[in-house]
């Protein structure tokens, strides 16, 4: 049947068809529902299982480093990022006390733990989902590495002075109130890696995964870089400012890129 609807397609139809790409950011939705109804959401388990287990490979130094579920045989280090976390703790005693939004169950910190063990105190403390909370705490949480349900519950137990999201914000649904709370909650330094940005307009996208990673599709923001800033304006300093990882991302339509962002407070 494949081969009979194969020759009865045109081949300019057919190298379209090719062309399309099935995976990455999708979309110009109007609101999170409509983004919602047209993916599958987060709550699919496979994802918790598949980044528990790369993760303990890690931890358990069957393996060098993970990323979305991924493990390499080698650290890709965001040097940026890591050397703002290096001079934020030289700036407080040689300690780092940080919170760390949609942290997954330590990615950020297995892959920084290395430069970071020196340090006199060092804090790593996870705000997730529930399901992620419960599994850190049986597998992964130890002196330095701990789990929250709540910034506020993280917030009254270890006092943090940096907050810190990397590749997390651009999920949940109002990342805009979101990020005005932040702030209000005055933070001594925030800081931003993986995060999408236009330069400037929003744009709300479902991103499909990989199967090779996971099966999943979920609402994706592509926030306006321009008003992200002015967020920020009035109570902080832009201290630096970086291309991520990923740099350029392949959206149609629009010039869209990672970006990581240090913020200091006035």
């Keep these: 049947m494949k081969k009979i ?11 379209i068809i090719k062309k399309k790409p099935k ?3 999708f979309g110009d939705y109007k609101n999170w529902q409509e983004a919602l109804d047209d993916s599958s959401g987060y709550n699919n388990p496979e994802i918790l299982e598949k980044v528990k287990s790369s993760l303990l490979k890690v931890k358990n130094g069957k393996a060098v ?11 890709q280090y965001s040097w940026p990022l890591l050397t703002s976390l290096l001079w934020i703790a030289s700036k ?21 733990k290395k430069w970071l063990s020196h340090l006199s105190e060092l804090k790593w403390n996870i705000v997730e989902q529930d399901n992620f909370i419960k599994c850190g705490k ?3 949480e130890d002196s330095r590495l701990k789990f929250f349900g709540s910034i506020d519950e993280c917030i009254l ?22 990020l005005q709370q932040i702030i209000f909650k005055g ?9 999408t940005f236009l330069q400037k307009r929003d744009r709300l996208t479902v991103q499909k995964v990989r199967p090779g990673i996971y099966n999943a599709s979920y609402p994706a923001w592509f926030l306006s870089e321009e008003e992200f800033l002015k967020k920020f304006e009035s109570k902080y300093e832009l201290w630096a400012e970086f291309d991520s990882l990923a740099g350029k991302i392949n959206l149609k339509g629009d010039d869209a890129y990672e970006k990581g962002f240090i913020f200091r407070k006035n």
């Design 5 to 15: 609807l194969k020759n009865l397609i045109p081949p300019i139809i057919l190298k």
């Design 23 to 25: 995976y990455g950011f």
């Design 65 to 75: 480093y993970e990323r979305d579920s991924v493990n390499f045989d080698k650290i």
């Design 92 to 112: 407080e005693g040689n300690k780092l006390n940080l919170l760390d939004f949609g942290g997954s169950l330590g990615s950020s910190y297995f892959q920084n």
């Design 138 to 140: 049986i597998h992964f």
């Design 157 to 178: 137990k270890e006092r943090p002075f940096l907050f810190f999201a990397s590749g997390s914000i651009q999920y949940i649904e109002n990342p805009h109130e979101f």
């Design 187 to 195: 933070f001594k330094y925030i800081a931003f890696d993986r995060t």
